[in-house]
């Protein structure tokens, strides 16, 4: 009771500051969502120094004792810090200014990078993902540190790659280990599975990203002198991608599965309790049914079961009209989602032989391994899990409940193998946010309920 009462009254001062506040932390967040930092795009590069710029500055602006841009082989990041007591624990939040690109533009039903608030909601690229999320750390740290309330060492790492696979940011810690010392990892990038049920992201998946080329004949061909007597290599590259997965779903490239950690029936019982509506996910995405690995539920087949997509195929012809050739190359973007203890690269390797071996008489193939990491489990009795948990009691009322996501963020298993590490994953986005989609969204409501909630995460975590 009494621990409890010292909590309410350090805290008390700090979320009147947030609802003083309000108001301006929205307009702040709109600013950094009109800088287009797309880390796919090179004609998007200065955006990406802006952007950085602008959470330097807001981190020195809200009390950091020390920010400053982080040139890397890629895009910048930002490092900023605030020192409190040598012996208070660290926290090194993590986070992303790097947005998707938006396009298909004209899907949009506000600009993209105009950000426009629609019935309660935050409508921009990056609203989210991972712009909203990121702000809402830097909007809790200036409520703490305006308040004197901070109870912990902070350090901020917002990189700008981590939409493209973060390909600086593994030498980045290698190289600044001391720099980046910490207790534990904070970030919030994931989401939660409803505004009334707080959840909390125990699982991620890892990732092996592949492109292939197929090659037919030297040139393209007219399709009507040589259409039947040469191998399409669309025509081919469509049979080798539906041999891929079986009638149930499975991938069928030799060993995939070897590494796979099976779940026990009680893991697997636990996870059907958290609660879930099949028909509010179809409907959210407007499809008439569901589909994948044959016994398996949607919650698993996403949380602990790998999976395989073609991301964009293309070749030939298509523009406008009606074009008769029998094309030379096709192309596909093909990745897949990897659970515990599969290794990406040897995924990747596997991918590779398989698929080469596959190749029709007629064609070659050319297999490159774009990018990929490993995935992520969190346990859920260690002192950041409790605080976190606590944190959302709090401000929602409900016991968080631990979910694993189908989302990758390979860098949090490179964290935990460079800096020694755990995460901790705070996400407070929803499903219907349509992350990497056209209308990007953020409702307010959550927006501030994470400023709220990452105040107390602190307190507990620090608390003796
Ligand atoms: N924030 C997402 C990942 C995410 C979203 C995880 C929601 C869980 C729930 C992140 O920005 C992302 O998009 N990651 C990429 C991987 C990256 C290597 C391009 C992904 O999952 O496709
Ligand atoms: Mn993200
Ligand atoms: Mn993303």
């Known amino acids: 009771m009494q621990k409890k009462y010292q909590i309410e009254k350090i ?27 797309v880390s796919a795009k090179p004609e998007n590069k200065p955006d990406m120094l802006i952007a950085a710029e602008f959470i330097k500055n807001e981190l020195l602006k809200v009390g950091a004792d020390h920010a400053e841009i982080k040139e890397t082989k890629g895009h910048p990041l930002v490092y900023g810090e605030k020192f409190v007591s040598k012996d208070l624990p660290t926290v090194l939040v993590y986070g992303h200014y790097d947005v998707q690109p938006a396009e298909p533009l004209d899907l949009w039903k506000t600009p993209a990078f105009e950000p426009t608030i629609v019935d309660g909601k935050i409508y921009a690229r990056g609203a989210d993902d991972d712009k909203g999320q990121l702000f809402m750390h830097i909007k809790a740290f200036e409520a703490m540190s305006k308040t ?6 902070l ?36 989401g939660m599975i409803a505004q009334d049920i707080p959840s ?12 292939v080329e197929l090659t037919g004949p030297n040139r393209d061909l007219h399709s009507g002198l040589y259409g039947g007597a040469v191998a399409n290599p669309i025509n081919m590259l469509c049979k ?152 959302y009691e709090l401000t929602f009322g409900k016991k968080p409940i631990p979910t694993r996501s189908g989302g990758s963020i390979p860098i949090i298993a490179l964290f935990e193998e ?34 709220e909630t990452i105040p107390y995460f602190y307190q507990f975590y620090t608390e003796k």
């Open 200 to 211: 909390i992201t125990v699982g991620l998946r890892g990732l092996s990203y592949m492109e």
């Open 418 to 451: 460079v800096l020694g590490a755990k995460s901790i994953l705070m996400g407070f986005g929803l499903e219907s946010d349509a992350i990497h989609s056209p209308n990007e969204n953020y409702p307010l409501f959550n927006f501030y309920k994470g400023i």
């Open 240 to 391: 080798m991608i539906a041999s891929l997965t079986n009638e149930k779903n499975q991938i069928t490239i030799p060993g995939f599965y070897d590494d796979v950690l099976i779940l026990s029936a009680e893991e697997r019982a636990e996870m059907a309790k958290a609660p879930f509506s099949l028909e509010n996910y179809k409907n959210e995405i407007e499809i008439n049914d569901v589909v994948g690995e044959e016994g398996f539920s949607t919650n698993e087949r996403t949380g602990i079961r790998p999976a395989l997509d073609v991301n964009g195929i293309w070749g030939g012809y298509t523009g406008d009209g009606a074009k008769t050739i029998l094309p030379s190359k096709a192309y596909a973007k093909i990745s897949m989602r990897l659970v515990p203890h599969q290794k990406s690269q040897k995924i990747a390797d596997l991918f590779e032989k398989h698929f080469n071996s596959i190749a029709p008489k007629g064609t070659t193939v050319n297999v490159k391994y774009l990018h990929g990491g490993e995935g992520f489990v969190s346990p859920t009795d260690t002192k950041a899990y409790l605080a976190a948990a606590k944190a």
């Open 11 to 37: 805290m008390k001062s700090a979320q009147e500051y947030i609802n003083a506040n309000k108001e301006r932390f929205l307009q702040e967040l709109f600013e950094l969502l009109r800088i287009p930092s």
């Open 148 to 153: 004197n309330s901070l109870k912990c060492n």
């Open 155 to 190: 350090k901020f790492m917002i990189e700008g790659e981590e939409e493209i696979g973060s390909p600086s940011l593994g030498d980045f810690c290698k190289e600044n280990k001391e720099l980046l010392k910490c207790d534990i990892i904070l970030v919030s990038d994931t």
